[in-house]
């Protein structure tokens, strides 16, 4: 039964299950117990699964550790600490866990300290096991057990298929999952697994907590953590308390313009005012962390703050610095420990230090862009304040029309703690494949025994016999691909039902191979040349950007234009004679998809504002603004401004309505149909490539397609058919996956994708016998294995989880879907405009292509005269 805890125990009632040593070294540093103690620590204490949800700062690690500290410390007192782990900490961070073994290895030094004082006491044993872990440092723990044992996804895996250290596992008493909801992804699912193997091999069943940020639904979280049971009913979830304490820290949000004008100024105006704001934020506090939503912009930020203010940031002593995952470790770690040291003025980061790492005290929070979700916004402005009590104050920092109304409608749904729905991936068969491996190094198993505890965990308990029995029969080397060198790597006795490993270096191959997280690389840019010794490389681009190109497509590097053609391996071909306008930005592949929660809220403000639009004057609807979002002045003028010129010119697209924009090019004869599609780049990729597919089945092979969160459209120098399209797939959602399915098997996405999956499915090895093979090398082989399975069977199981992957976890092929039955049931009407300029909602999303190549005063001036038309247009009717 998963339940929610109402209130918080008294503070008397957790004194009484603290050991005397543990409450007098508490109390020593802290006042009381904070709210979050008050509710977790009694239910840890009587060994209830628990998931704690609180913001950064809740406490919730110490939550965590405190009654299993005071048991331990309890067992020390009387001589009584076996050798052997008695805590598992598992954190999809490194350096976090490096935290908490710095946090955890301090106060237990002082409780010894103090019970030293009166009496003797073991010492309680805290080790950190991952990858950077030396082979010194771990014989040392087969002989002295870490009695808490930190560590990440990965390396509990191996641990949990390692000949001797398994040993020390038999007898854990409790297991904390940190920042679960970073575990949202095939680490998570991994992870889920090994919990279950981890409870099979424990004699003690170990309590499980879950620690988490502000996440939703709690409900499935929760299930996510404590897994399922088999019970003559059927299967049930354990049981599972929740505590939810995010209620309790105070939000300062604001969305801040820092221009009265977005359209009508110039692009030096633009910077100015961007910076003078920001600067100006820095210098009224102590800390700040700014977030951006890509590494170059984080790059861009640090270098026109240094040349805008050079007196304040381009100083002998630091003041300002970059984080994020493309720089050096030892870069990263010296800017967290200037942080903590309060050093810094400034840092400036994508999404690097969004998790809990221990980063001190920062007293604002300014995101630049749109975070993209309501989640990831609490997330990130909890970073300042850090302690529970304390204030989180953040500013939301905005210079485009989209991002503004986004941010504003994200900044209510936060203040309202409307917070968007984590999904957990299930069922994916790569990362089954490669546990059914880990499981056989550890013993031989029954079938049924086997499916049985596969099905416990939440991100399997789906799981059909079919799916199974085919990677089953995989990894038996049933689809005989011996000699393309996959060999099979398990034995299944169909007369025994019994599974059991195979060959001698299973457990190395295995060892070395083991992970979710896909090796990626740069993919270099070659001119296409019909003699293959004259082809010349251009430059280098990033694998996620290769994945996002469809044949075509126009990209800009080093400031030149390329059509792209074909990829092989590592290296992309493209025609360097283009004359087209890009179609895709070169941020496009880092960007963060907006959620679709905050899509449909966004939505219903749409329909408000056409609503008040409808009937009210300009004041009027200016109050409605103010009293339904929280923005400033600036801002409030730039929101109805957008909303009307849009509401006079053409329609407001929103809730009850897709509209559909008819547009042609007069200079290049183009045609253009956009459709205002509001429900995030995740349903917009899957709808633009099925119409842009059926489209083409009518003869039209040359059709662009150019998506965002707010829409997408396709190009072409014909017509095209379409809004029929759309209507044909509205006729018949439930047909959509298998068109979608059919349709990606033919791009660069599936090609990259297949790598993934056959890598962590073990169909190709990273590492063999010490040697690493280039991730150039994994992709061929990838592209040749894919053609070989294709023949033997459609339905292998590593193409089908290609599929799964790209539609559910890349995409959002469910929204998609469920978009199409909302028109299907009348709840969306589709309805059509012919214009001669596009509308002020298409215009980002036309010009998006043109990033690269416009400076930014050129991207000002053409949205000028573009609303110049517009108003003349909007005049021209009124009269």
Known sequence: MIKIIEKPYKSEEVIKVLDESVKEWFFSKFKEFSITQLYGIIPIHERKNILISAPTGGTKTLTAFLAIISYLVRLAKKNELENKVYCVYVSPLRALNNDIAVNLIKPLKEIENLVKKKQKMQEIRVKVRTGDTT????????KEAPHILITTPESLGIILSSKKFIEKLRAVEFVIIDEIHALANKRGAHLSLSLERLENISNIIPVRIGLSATISPLEEVAKFLVGFEKTKEGWKPRDCLIVEVNFLKKLDLKVLSPLKDIINTTAK???QALYDVVDKLIQEHKTTLIFTNTRSA???????????????????????GAHHSSLSRKHRFDIEQKLREGKLK?????????????IGYIDLVILLGSPKSVARAIQRTGRAGHKLHETSKGRIVVLDQDDLVECAVLLKEALEKKIDTVVFPKNCLDVLAQHIFGMVIQKKWKLNEMFDLIRKSYCFNELSREDFLDVISYLAGEYNLEDKNVYAKIWYDTRTNEIGRKGKLARMIYMTNIGTIPEESYVNVIIASPFERKNEKIGVIDEAFLERLKKDDVFVLGGNKYQFLYARGMNAYVNASVQRPPTIPSWFSEMLPLSFELALAIQKFRKLMEEHLKKENKDKVKEFIKKYLYVDENSCEAIYNYFHDQFLYAKIPHESKLVIEYYTDAVQGKRYVIFHSLYGRRVNDVLSRAIAYLVAKHGLRDIEIGISDNGFFLASNYNMQAEKA??????KPEALRPLLEDVIEKTEIFKRRFRHCATRALMILRN?????????????KAEFLYHVVKKISEDFPIIRETK?????????????????????????????????TPSPFSLNLITQGYADLMRIENKILFLRRMYEKIRKKIEVKSK
């Open 298 to 320: 984080t790059e861009r930020v640090i270098n026109h703050l240094k040349e805008m203010f050079p007196n304040r940031y381009e100083t002998i002593e630091e003041t300002i």
């Open 346 to 358: 400034a840092v400036v980061t994508s999404t690097s230090l969004e998790l809990g790492i221990d």
């Open 135 to 142: 082979q010194d440092e771990k014989q040392k723990m087969l």
């Open 768 to 780: 063999y016998k010490g040697k690493n093979k280039s991730v150039g090398t994994q992709q061929m």
């Open 804 to 836: 799964r992957e790209i539609l559910e976890d890349l995409m959002d092929i469910e929204n998609a879907t469920l978009v199409l039955k909302w028109i299907k049931e009348g709840k969306i009407k589709i309805e059509t405009i012919v214009v001669e």
């Open 726 to 731: 759309l209507k044909l797939l509205s006729e």
């Open 269 to 271: 105006e633009m910077q």
